[in-house]
């Protein structure tokens, strides 16, 4: 079983910035981001394939980038000009396309105040 350990996460005015980092216990092959805010469901963010494939959602796109250091077993979330909905716990996770074990990290928070 993979290990996921999330890190970055905070409070931050709107249209600041936070990087999200997320470190796994094992090689990792496609990893993604996902954000629960409160009361819905949890949802896609962004994902990036080992060959650097990345696909984001619209909400994020143009704001968000994630990356990967396969060296490390991390990849990271830079989420720029974030707005108040962006607020969301959010959760790093393996094979967000299906093909292979799914594991969650235990998610950080994302407040962003307005």
């Known amino acids: 079983q993979v290990q996921l350990v999330e890190s970055g996460g905070g409070l931050v005015r709107a249209g600041g910035s936070l990087r999200l980092s997320c470190t796994a216990s094992g090689s990792i092959t496609t990893m993604g981001w996902s954000r629960q805010a409160p009361g819905k469901q949890r949802e896609f963010v962004a994902a990036?394939?080992?060959?650097?494939?990345?696909n984001y959602a619209d909400s994020v796109k143009g704001r968000f980038t994630i990356s990967r250091d396969n060296a490390k077993n991390t990849i990271y979330l830079q989420m720029n000009t974030l707005k108040p909905e962006d607020t969301a716990v959010y959760y790093c996770n393996t094979n967000p396309y299906g093909g292979g074990p799914r594991y969650w990290g235990q998610g950080t928070q994302v407040t962003v105040s307005s």
């Open positions: 990036v394939t080992r060959d650097d494939i990345t």
